[in-house]
């Protein structure tokens, strides 16, 4: 989906985990906040979380998810991602963390909202229409030893109504960097009309399934645009400028193959700036 295992991890392994933990722990201070975060608007893109396939690169273990939470929460002034694009462009944005899952998985219903809930922190459920409700096996799960399971209607609905925002992921998880134009627009255009349908209200927020620079392309990104949706998401990395551009925003992945502590995750953070 992201970047492949191999080069996720081979990012974490330039510097030894004390290394790494020993940066995390001093860029995390007030200098961090003040002169890095302050200046950037972030977005983090989880997909799973849960103890069945851990470590993996789609993968957050449960107890990881939480001390990762609690760091984005002390670190940055977490926000709904709506808010966020609201305010983009504007001096008050930097500083500003949004929170996201792609592609339905149940495991963010039953792990992940709780803890959000407990801790006060907002969050965008980006969800592939078509697995929603379904026993549908996504190719790039075939091979974990126990398959996760997807969310059912009644389930988003109840994110929805608890204050966490929804968006369109398309309906089949689409590379839509391949896609023919009109098979593009059909993929967006019917994930969002459901969306709308089951939550009866507007859905304007877009993620790129898989979210590589590969899965996008020109043309369908004015499909994007025209569509009425708001904003396109990748999810290759990176932190974005105060005054980006709400279609070009991108999204740091992450998952449990680099480290399972809240520094490894603030080292992975500081990664997606500049090569340490």
Known sequence: MVNSPSSQKSGYQRATVPVKRMIAGVLLGRLLRRVVVSNHVWIVAFHRVDDLAYPN???????????????LARTFRVVPLSQQLDRLGREDCGGTLSITFDDGYLDNFEHAAPILERLGLPATFFVATGFIGTDAVAWWDRELPDTPKWMSWDQVRSLHSRGFDIGCHTVNHADLGSLAEKDAERELLESRQRLCRE??????????????????????????????????????????????????????????????????????????????
């Open 199 to 276: 939550l009866n209200t507007e859905i304007d927020l877009f993620a790129y399934p898989y979210g590589g620079p590969e899965h996008m392309n020109a043309e369908n990104l004015l499909i994007v645009k025209n569509s009425g949706l708001r904003c396109s998401l990748s999810c290759h990395g990176g932190v974005n400028a105060i005054n980006s551009d709400p279609f070009s925003l991108r999204r740091i992945p992450i998952n449990s193959a680099g480290g399972e502590t809240a520094k490894d995750i603030a080292y992975h953070l500081l990664r997606n700036m500049a090569p340490l």
């Open 57 to 71: 690169p789609l993968t957050c273990g449960i107890t990881q998810f939480e001390e990762c939470c609690e760091l």
